[in-house]
Nanobody
Framework: QVQLVESGGGLVQIGGSLRLSCAAS????????IGWFRQALGKEREGVSC????????YYADSVKGRFTSSRDNAENTVYLQMDSLRREDTAVHYC????????????????????WGEGTQGTVSS
């Protein structure tokens, strides 16, 4: 199993932005779709977005649509999640994982044969 490494979290004010990165060491992400997930304190982990291996297809949860953007740079072996117009309810630990396919955010989950959860990166939105 591959454990991806998330980074880019931090503390921002309401309305601010964060850019999360998802990288893998010694493993090429080019051929894989990637999902972004988040877990707020006391809540279950939820799917937020996914991006296909080519980057041509992206999907978003309704709660983040129009504010978050997934992208990838396969040359850099990195996937990104740009989070804009952040709200207090976006406060969570954010994770990325290899997924089977990016067809929808509904039912989004990691590919159990390939991906293990990493440590995530904490994003906190405050006033």
């Amino acid at each position: 199993q591959v454990q991806l490494v998330e980074s880019g979290g931090g503390l921002v004010q309401i309305g601010g932005s964060l850019r999360l990165s998802c990288a893998a060491s010694g493993f090429t992400l080019d051929y894989y779709s990637i999902g972004w997930f988040r877990q707020a304190l006391g809540k279950e982990r939820e799917g937020v977005s996914c991006i296909s291996s080519s980057g041509d297809s992206t999907y978003y949860a309704d709660s983040v649509k129009g504010r978050f953007t997934s992208s990838r740079d396969n040359a850099e072996n990195t996937v990104y999640l740009q989070m804009d117009s952040l709200r207090r309810e976006d406060t969570a630990v954010h994770y990325c994982a290899i997924i089977t396919a990016c067809l929808s955010v509904s039912g989004l989950g990691p590919n159990p044969g390939l991906s293990a959860w990493g440590e995530g990166t904490q994003g906190t939105v405050s006033s």
